[in-house]
Each structure stands twice: as C-alpha cells, then as structure tokens.
C-alpha cells in the first residue's frame, strides 16, 4: 500500500528550505560556468564579426590585383537618345562619329483577307527564313486561319504568325523574330488540295494576294563617313573593344568619347581602405582597456588577435619593388593614421592616378616574388590565408567551440551532483523524520505510564 510522506513532521524541521538551500549552494558553481559560456559565445560573434570583415577586405583588394579593376574605361555619347555606347574594360582611349540612316527592320507581310470562320483548304506551307533549310507545315482539311498560325508559331521557323480580323475576315500577320536582310523569310505553298498552287482558292490564298507590309533591312551607318551595316540595331564589332547601339535615325554626327575610368580606381581604392579601418576599428573597439572606468573590452588581452592586428598592419606597411616609381602605399597619399586607421590624401593619390596609373597600378598589382608582389597582392595572400580551412578563423573558432563543449560537460557534472546530493539529504532526513517520531512516541509512553504511576501512588 503506498504511503505519504512528508519530511520535517518527525523532526519538526523544515527539511523542504533546508535540502533546496543546500541544494543550490552545490549548483553555485554553476553561475560562473554560464558566464564564462556567455563569453565565449559572445567571443565567437566577434570573431565572426571580425572574419566577415576580412573577407570584405579580401574581396576589396581582389578589386585592386585584377586586371580589370585597373582596365576600367568611361564611354560616353554626344546624344544617347540616338546612338547608346559601352565599351569593355582595356578599350584604348579614342573618339569617333557616328551617323545613322537606317535602322535595322524584321519582315511582315499579312495575307488576303479569308472569311472568317470558314477552313482554309488541306496542303503543305514551306516556310524559309534567309537561306535556311525549309520548314514544312501541314494544314487539315478542318484548319481555319487561326490553327495554321499555331501551327507556324510551334514550328520554330523564326517567324511569328497572328491572326488580323476586320470588316474584310481573317487576315494571317507574318513577322521575323529577328532583324536585318538575313532574317527576311518566304512562305509558299507545296501542294493544295484542289491541285491548283498558284490560284486564289482553296490552301494557295494564303500566299496569293499577300503583301508585304514590311521589308527587311540591315541597320545602316557611318562611323567617321565609312558605311558600316549590322543585322540588328547594335554595332558590337564595328569598333574594337567598343558597342555602340543605333537608337534612331540620326541628322547630326554623334561623338562617341572612350576615356579611362579613374573613378573606377578610385571607388575600388576607397573600398579598400574603409574594409581595412572597418577591422581596425571593430578590434581596436573589442581589446581596448578604459582606465577611467576600469572596464575592458571582450579580447582585451587575447594574444592572437592582437597578433592578427599586426599582422593586417604589416602588410599594409610592406615594400614592394613591383614598381619602379612607389613602394609603399604613402607614397601615393595612403597613410596610418594614430589608432591604426588608413587615411588617404585626396590631391596626391588624384596626381597618381592621372599622371602615373600604370605605376600606380603595379603598386597594386605587379606580381612576383616576395617583395616583387604589389602591396594588393600582398595583403590578398594574407586574408586567404586568414579564412582557409585550416587558417586562423577556423583554428579560433574551434577553439572557442572546445571550450564551450567543456563547459557544456562541467556544468552537466555539477547539476549530476546536485541531482545525487538532493537525493541523498532527502533520504537522510527522511530517515531522521521516521528515528524521530519514534523517539517521541517513545516518550509519550513513559510521560504516559509516569503519569499513571503517580496517580496510582498518590
């Protein structure tokens, strides 16, 4: 039969406070390793932090060790409204005029005009587009002029078909998907059902009687006078390295203008430096130490990040031989600042670009050997190395990951503990409750029998 028990009526004490007291005394511990967990998961957001910032970083500088981050060319149009214009990164600086007398057209042609409603008559269409191999379309006895236009568009001919109906019936429209002579096309009829392929009866007067609403034409213009023609509105081999687009027919030359982009360097520059201030900052922000307030920040005194400040800061301050006119990234107006910052000199690194880009971009760029690499180069190797598989992100945060997993176990062991303490108190106090009640009913027997005697002698 189950019993109740209720601890502290033997003793009279309050065993429930006292086990729970003791019980938390032996989870004290248990304060300080959640603290530390919470440090080092806040550590592990930082680190975080800090890697994402780097990988900026790596892909800034990626910027300035490419090609065509220094390749970068601005083309421009005297009117873009009639003539648009880009050109690749590379392109040689040149100027040239444009002139447009035609732009490029697609053919259509709509057919005589077919009661509406009514079948067309059974044959084949052979439907050719430039010099291309014919395309064959069958037509049912049943077919109305709108099922052989389906039947056109699900050839994939290169021509698109729709049906035009007014007062007269349906007309079939015909269009090339593309422009230019090439794409001009041709529709006639291979055989009819009334055995007559020339008439205006029966499947044949879908092509007799059709007009051409619209001829095909190359695009037509001139660059500096020479006539230039393309199949399509753009020009994009007219030119080296340069598209040019006819917009409209032109009354007045266009100048088209290729010039290097030295806002592209510049852009892909200050890039570079506020991905470099960006984890200068957020470090110099998480090891400081504040005096006044005797505060100190989250890898204050962590030795690796310190270590990878300094190694960040190395690489900016590295030589390179690359160049024959700038080692170092002051002698283009880029400079360390108090507090570790890069701050850049607008009018000197201005001067650089203008007047030296080519030394300016090996001092970047160049590649090599050791100090031969430009400073780019440099700092690239270093952050790929940084946030490798096995480089210092990843060696860091599984530390920081082993450590919470101890932590993890520890503070297993010490709630295990008090799990086996509460057990264990309980039991002993349990034991104690059912001494004591004994004990006192003991004594309520004597006191009993000592009372009964003195009644009996008195």
């Known amino acids: 039969m189950a019993t109740i028990s209720s601890q502290g009526i033997g003793s009279g004490l309050d065993v429930k406070s006292i086990v729970s007291q003791l019980v938390a005394l032996e989870k004290k511990p248990l304060d300080s390793l959640k603290l530390q967990a919470a ?22 500088v990626s910027k300035l060790t490419s090609v065509t981050g220094w390749n970068a060319v601005k083309a421009t149009s005297s009117d873009s409204s009639s003539v648009g214009v880009s050109a690749i ?35 084949t269409l052979s439907l050719t587009v430039g010099s291309g191999t014919p395309v064959e379309i069958t037509v049912l006895a049943t077919d109305k002029v709108a099922d052989i236009a389906s039947a056109i568009n699900g050839a994939g001919a290169g021509v698109s078909a729709t049906v035009l ?38 499947l044949s007067r879908m092509v007799v009687g059709s007009t051409t609403t619209q001829a095909a034409a190359d695009a037509q213009a001139t660059v500096n006078g020479i006539a230039v023609t393309s199949a399509t509105n753009t020009f994009a081999s007219t030119v080296s390295g340069v598209t040019f687009t006819a917009l409209k027919v032109t009354t007045a030359p266009t100048e088209i203008t290729i010039t290097k982009d030295t806002s592209a360097v510049q852009s892909n520059i200050d890039a570079f430096v506020k991905a470099y201030n960006d984890i200068n900052q957020l470090i110099g922000e998480a090891t400081k130490y504040d005096a006044a307030t005797k505060s100190a920040g989250l890898l204050q005194g962590d ?21 024959s006119l700038y080692g170092r990234l002051a002698d283009v107006g880029i400079t360390q600042q108090r507090g570790g ?48 598989t096995d ?68």
Do not use: C
């Open 39 to 60: 440090t080092v998961q806040t550590k592990i957001s930082a680190f975080g932090q800090i890697k994402s910032l780097v990988s900026t970083l790596s892909d800034a």
């Open 165 to 202: 109906t007014d007062a007269s019936g349906d007309r079939l429209l015909l269009r090339s998907t593309s422009t230019g002579l090439a794409a001009g096309f041709t529709l006639a009829v291979t055989s009819d059902a009334d055995g007559n392929t020339a008439d205006a009866a029966g």
């Open 89 to 123: 990164g590379g392109t040689q600086p040149t100027t040239f005029s444009v002139e447009v007398q035609a732009l490029a057209k697609a053919k259509s042609t709509a057919s005589a005009a077919i009661t509406t409603g009514i079948a067309v008559g059974a044959g």
């Open 341 to 388: 910052d890069l701050a850049v000199n607008s009018t000197k690194l201005s001067a650089a670009m203008n007047d030296h880009m080519d030394e300016l971009k090996k001092l970047f760029s160049a590649t090599g050997t050791g100090a031969a690499n430009g400073v780019a180069v440099q700092i690239k190797a270093l952050a790929t190395n940084l946030l490798s």
């Open 391 to 458: 480089g210092f992100f990843s060696t860091k945060d599984y530390s920081l990951k082993l450590m919470l997993d101890r932590n993890a176990k520890d503070q297993t062991r010490v709630n295990e503990k008090a799990t086996r303490l509460e057990a264990s108190l309980n039991a002993r106090y349990s034991a104690l409750d059912s001494k004591m009640a004994s004990l006192n009913a003991l004594n309520a027997y004597v006191a009993q029998q000592v009372t009964t005697w003195n009644k009996s002698t008195g």
């Open 303 to 323: 030795s690796t990040v310190i270590t990878l400040q300094n190694s960040l800061r190395n690489a900016l301050q590295s030589l390179t031989t690359g160049s």
